[in-house]
């Protein structure tokens, strides 16, 4: 029960270095302040690469240095126990979202602390698990799409990585705004990012990219190895260019072509947008592995490898 001078279990870094330096701990339950009014019970999060990075010493906001020991986790889904504010959303509510990204992570853990704007009533019908599988990826992704890549109906997007949490967002939201949409997956997952709306899967593992002989009107880049993009017949002056990774420093070409990366923010609209979508069976977030806090590892080192072919869930409250 949360209140004053009661204890949770977090997973904690003390300090950079991995993923595997995580360590469940008992902690003081947060206190909702002015800024961050809203205490939510984590049911369910979600495990980022962004989470990875931040264990490795690559957060997304350089501040958090200055902030360990600290709990990773910015996905989450539960439900509010306490609202210190002015929030619209009354204690009992399920809600879900990406809280206090970059600068204030702490989801992986039993309670987690939010702004009253970042998190969003869970429509009936829609899962803790496909909740909190949703926020970062989907936000990123239409973002991603429409407001940094300008996407219309009938325009074609190439999605690399499309097998990843992003990109199943980005294929199923660019599909469904009416684009073609060709993506790049390993050949195990082109049957699955074909079910999710993809007109053209290209295997990245044994064809290139130059192969592809039609006019991409935008890129939407969510891997590091995408040399080939730059030698695709149908890539051009026309050709508008997301990329959501850093670039390696000695791909110059590849660099000037993508300039600079956008970071996901988090937006209330959007993300109720995105779980109607899921309430109405129109947007999928498809969950692989749900561990609880003290199994972390399981799903954490799914993450690390890379492919994991969707999202892998702590579950903190099992
Ligand atoms: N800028 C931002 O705000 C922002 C927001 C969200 C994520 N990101 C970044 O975007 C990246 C992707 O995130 P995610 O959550 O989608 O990761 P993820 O779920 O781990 O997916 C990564 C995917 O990359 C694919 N892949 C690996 N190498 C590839 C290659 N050479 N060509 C094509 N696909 C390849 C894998 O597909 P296969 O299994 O088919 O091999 C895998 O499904 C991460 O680096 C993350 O940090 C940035």
Same mark, same amino acid.
């Given at each position: 029960?949360?209140?004053?001078?009661?204890?949770?279990?977090?997973?904690?870094?003390?300090?950079? =270095?991995?993923?595997?330096?995580?360590?469940?701990?008992?902690?003081?339950?947060?206190?909702?302040?002015?800024?961050?009014?809203?205490?939510?019970?984590?049911?369910?999060?979600?495990?980022?690469?962004?989470?990875?990075?931040?264990?490795?010493?690559?957060?997304?906001?350089?501040?958090?240095?200055?902030?360990?020991?600290? !709990?990773?986790?910015?996905?989450?889904?539960?439900?509010?126990?306490?609202?210190?504010?002015?929030?619209?959303?009354?204690?009992?509510?399920? /809600?879900?979202?990406?809280?206090?990204?970059? &600068?204030?992570?702490?989801?992986?853990?039993?309670?987690?602390?939010?702004?009253?704007?970042?998190?969003?009533?869970?429509?009936?019908?829609?899962?803790?698990?496909?909740?909190?599988?949703?926020?970062?990826?989907?936000?990123?992704?239409?973002?991603?799409?429409?407001?940094?890549?300008?996407?219309?109906? &009938?325009? !074609?997007?190439?999605?690399?990585?499309?097998?990843?949490?992003?990109?199943?967002?980005?294929?199923?939201?660019?599909?469904?705004?009416?684009?073609?949409?060709?993506?790049?997956?390993?050949?195990?997952?082109?049957?699955?990012?074909?079910?999710?709306?993809?007109?053209?899967? /290209?295997?990245?593992?044994?064809?290139?990219?130059?192969?592809?002989?039609?006019?991409?009107?935008?890129?939407?880049?969510?891997?590091?190895?995408?040399?080939?993009?730059?030698?695709?017949?149908?890539?051009?002056?026309?050709?508008?260019?997301? !990329?959501?990774?850093?670039?390696?420093?000695?791909?110059?070409?590849?660099?000037?072509?993508?300039?600079? %990366?956008?970071?996901?923010?988090?937006?209330?609209?959007?993300?109720?947008?995105?779980?109607? %979508?899921?309430?109405?069976?129109?947007?999928?977030?498809?969950?692989?592995?749900?561990?609880?806090?003290?199994?972390?590892?399981?799903?954490?080192?799914?993450?690390?490898?890379?492919?994991?072919? =969707?999202?892998?869930?702590?579950?903190?409250?099992?």
């Amino acid at each position: 029960m949360a209140g004053q001078g009661a204890t949770m279990r977090a997973l904690r870094l003390a300090a950079f =270095g991995s993923w595997r330096d995580l360590r469940l701990v008992s902690v003081p339950i947060p206190e909702p302040d002015a800024e961050r009014g809203v205490l939510v019970r984590v049911q369910a999060a979600a495990v980022n690469p962004v989470d990875l990075k931040t264990c490795a010493g690559r957060p997304a906001d350089p501040g958090l240095a200055d902030r360990l020991p600290l !709990t990773p986790g910015y996905d989450v889904a539960g439900e509010i126990v306490r609202d210190a504010g002015e929030g619209d959303l009354a204690v009992g509510t399920r /809600v879900c979202g990406m809280v206090g990204f970059p &600068s204030a992570p702490g989801g992986f853990a039993e309670y987690v602390l939010a702004r009253p704007d970042e998190v969003v009533a869970i429509p009936a019908g829609v899962g803790d698990a496909e909740a909190a599988a949703l926020p970062l990826v989907g936000l990123t992704a239409w973002q991603a799409l429409f407001e940094h890549g300008g996407l219309s109906a &009938s325009e !074609t997007v190439l999605v690399t990585g499309g097998a990843g949490g992003v990109g199943q967002q980005l294929i199923q939201l660019a599909h469904a705004a009416g684009a073609r949409v060709v993506a790049t997956a390993s050949a195990r997952n082109a049957g699955l990012c074909a079910a999710l709306g993809a007109d053209r899967v /290209v295997d990245y593992t044994s064809e290139s990219l130059t192969a592809v002989d039609e006019r991409i009107d935008l890129v939407v880049n969510t891997v590091t190895a995408v040399d080939d993009v730059l030698a695709m017949p149908g890539v051009g002056d026309h050709t508008r260019r997301v !990329t959501l990774v850093s670039l390696p420093g000695d791909a110059d070409a590849l660099r000037d072509f993508f300039g600079s %990366r956008p970071l996901v923010h988090p937006d209330a609209t959007v993300l109720a947008h995105l779980l109607d %979508r899921v309430a109405r069976g129109a947007l999928r977030s498809r969950v692989v592995v749900e561990a609880p806090l003290g199994q972390a590892e399981r799903a954490l080192a799914l993450v690390d490898a890379g492919h994991a072919g =969707g999202k892998a869930l702590l579950r903190p409250a099992d």
